[in-house]
């Protein structure tokens, strides 16, 4: 898989994950229609606004221009993994391609967990934010401070509708994913492709935007390895690590819900 990365984009973190709305979206689609083709026949009418729908239909065009990449979800979707399931898979996606949520999860709030912090508020987050927008963003505009306060309550957000973070009120608490066998499998198929290395799955930083830890990792792949579903060997420094797939696209394909 060549993995294609978006600059990074104010819209896709304010939107947020609209998780519901893509897997509607992606449970329903047609392979043969076009991204516009799929929206028309699956979206028009859906909404409560007009207003509402073109939101969510710019923002999803933004985040998937690369479709053929997103596959696994949508197979996924369409061989019945349930919603909250397959939100997992939408985390890492969108870890592994948007740049403002991918350095939030891995620059500060895994580091913050690990560190044992218990609780987050938005407010914590806005030194992120300011710091890392000017690396990050293609404009010379710094955000004002709204945006500021805006980028991190969003971010804050995004994290909790992904269920790394919970709580109804502004002070949200770290919730690591237990991911189930068939969603780890898919984590190692297509963290394998990010990385472009099977060995350097299990210290891979991408298990950080689900709060999982390398031991954890390990721990996984050894019962796996028990389990035949996968061939991990180790010796000394030397990972040796065989999928039971060539793509996270053919692991989806094949995938039994």
């Not at 689609?29 to 729908?53: C, M, P, Q, Y």
């Not at 973070?165 to 984590?187: I, N």
């Amino acid at each position: 898989m060549t993995r294609k990365v978006d600059a990074v984009s104010q819209r896709l973190i304010r939107k947020g994950a609209l998780a519901e709305e893509t897997y509607m979206l992606f449970s329903r689609w047609h392979i043969s229609d076009t991204l516009e083709a799929n929206f028309d026949r699956i979206f028009n009418g859906r909404f409560k606004t007009v207003a509402w729908e073109k939101e969510v239909k710019t923002t999803l065009r933004r985040r998937f221009r690369d479709i053929d990449a997103a596959m696994p979800l949508v197979l996924a979707s369409k061989n019945g993994l349930p919603l909250d399931e397959w939100c997992h898979w939408l985390l890492l996606w969108i870890g592994i391609r948007e740049h403002l949520y991918r350095d939030f999860a891995l620059t500060w709030l895994f580091p913050e967990f690990e560190s044992g912090r218990y609780q987050v508020r938005p407010e914590d987050v806005q030194s992120f934010v300011r710091s890392t927008w000017p690396r990050l963003s293609r404009k010379t505009i710094p955000l004002s401070d709204y945006g500021v306060v805006r980028g991190a309550r969003d971010l804050v957000r995004m994290a909790t509708d992904f269920g790394v973070l919970t709580g109804s009120g502004s002070q949200k608490t770290f919730s690591p994913l237990h991911l189930s066998d068939r969603s780890f499998l898919y984590y190692v198929h297509a963290i394998a492709e990010a990385e472009t290395s099977t060995s350097s799955i299990p210290q891979s930083k991408f298990w950080q935007l689900a709060l999982i830890r390398p031991t954890e990792v390990i721990e996984a792949l050894l019962r796996l390895h028990q389990f035949r579903k996968l061939d991990y060997q180790v010796a000394g420094s030397l990972v040796q690590l065989t999928l039971p797939f060539e793509s996270s696209r053919e692991y989806a394909e094949r995938m039994v819900a």
